[in-house]
């Protein structure tokens, strides 16, 4: 079975064609990065526009990447929630577009959902694969967790389509910090991957800032990351004088600080998510049956310090780690049509009143 896939609820224009909810035959994005990185942030109205002048292009270039046509589709999916309206609303009106013309189901796919399955996807083809990439998805049940730049919440997910949130962001979203820290910083955008990279450096010591690790109440599950983020604010520009005012800022910083800075901030905030994931594991219920992995969506779920402490809780815990490869790990519409061929065995298929929704629903 093939499956379209089309995603554009932000800053990537994507397309792809996914065999059996697992196979990627082609996955074709068109990054954004270059148009948005003079305002070092994602600028809504210049998004949805490029999204309108590339998504053709993109669907043609998936298609033919896959080696398939319009008629060798099953059915065409998009993600429809959550993300910048205008965005979203491009890569909807084309996915109803497709399915109307083709006279094909249309399957309706939460992004932040998809991300947690990005990580069960396989380049290979279906005709190579073995009979154990063939047959069940044996990762069930699941601890799942999504870290982007706009979402960081944790799920139990009894199967592809059955998730439950049992915690996520009251503030700021863990890529968001990172970008946030970034800027603080002085590094260029995307700030993310490079807070990244410069807390890699040779001598980066993450140790040298106490930074506050958030744990909120002792029970919750939620994540917080405003008051890190202060935090590392005041530590480099100072207390701001009447005003507003900031005494000083990144250009102030001693030789290594920065890199020392970039290390403390990533620790602290990698501990608080490792916290959380230990607390949601401690608390499974001893009665059901107990997580068989982690699986791991977003594009923070790239960050190296992070996939380090996920692949220790996994050892420790003898549990598989689900991590996507990093082409994956950016929003993708791979991640779309895969899990849109669960949702379209289990008759959850839309009709062409499908609209484009802000919020998510997970």
């Not at 942030?41 to 398939?68: F, K, M, Q, W």
């Not at 998809?114 to 990580?119: I, V």
């Not at 604010?233 to 507003?244: C, E, I, N």
């Not at 970039?262 to 501990?271: D, G, L, W």
Request: aromatic share 4%; charged share 20%; net charge neutral.
């Amino acid at each position: 079975m093939l499956i379209l896939g089309i995603e554009s609820s932000c800053d990537e224009t994507a397309a792809a064609v996914v065999e059996s909810g697992r196979f990627i035959r082609s996955n074709v994005i068109a990054s954004q990065n270059d148009l948005h990185a003079e305002f070092r942030g994602v600028v809504p109205e210049l998004a949805s526009r490029a999204h309108a002048e590339r998504i053709l292009p993109v669907v043609r270039a998936a298609l033919h990447d896959a080696r398939a046509t319009l008629g060798d589709l099953n059915a065409i999916a998009v993600g429809n929630r959550p993300g910048l309206i205008g965005s979203l609303l491009v890569g909807v009106a084309a996915a109803k577009a497709l399915s109307w013309s083709l006279d094909k189901p249309l399957v309706a796919v939460d992004h932040v959902h998809a991300h947690l399955y990005s990580g069960l996807l396989r380049s290979t083809s279906v005709h190579d694969a073995g009979p154990s990439e063939q047959g069940f998805f044996d990762d069930f049940p699941a601890l799942g967790l999504v870290v982007s730049g706009g979402h960081t919440a944790l799920y139990r997910l009894d199967s592809p389509t059955t998730l439950r949130r049992l915690g996520g962001t009251i503030d700021d979203a863990l890529g968001e910090a990172f970008d946030k820290a970034a800027t603080i910083l002085g590094l260029p955008y995307p700030g993310g991957p490079n807070l990244d990279r410069l807390a890699q450096t040779a001598g980066a010591n993450p140790r040298a800032h106490d930074f506050p690790i958030s744990r909120l109440s002792p029970d919750s599950l939620d994540f917080s990351f405003s008051g890190l983020k202060t935090s590392l604010l005041y530590r480099v520009r100072g207390l701001p004088a009447p005003g507003g005012v900031f005494a000083r800022d990144h250009t102030s910083l001693a030789d290594g600080e920065q890199a020392d800075l970039a290390a403390s901030f990533q620790h602290a905030a990698v501990q608080a998510v490792v916290l959380k994931i230990e607390r949601a594991l401690d608390r499974w219920p001893a009665s059901e049956p107990p997580p068989r992995s982690l699986l791991i969506g977003g594009g923070v779920s790239a960050n190296s310090r992070l996939r380090a402490e996920l692949a220790r809780i996994a050892a420790a815990r003898r549990l598989r780690l689900v991590l996507p490869a990093p082409a994956l790990c950016v929003d993708n519409a791979a991640m779309i049509a895969g899990l849109a061929f669960h949702l379209h065995a289990a008759g959850l298929t839309a009709d062409l009143h499908l609209q484009a929704m802000p919020t998510t629903a997970c």
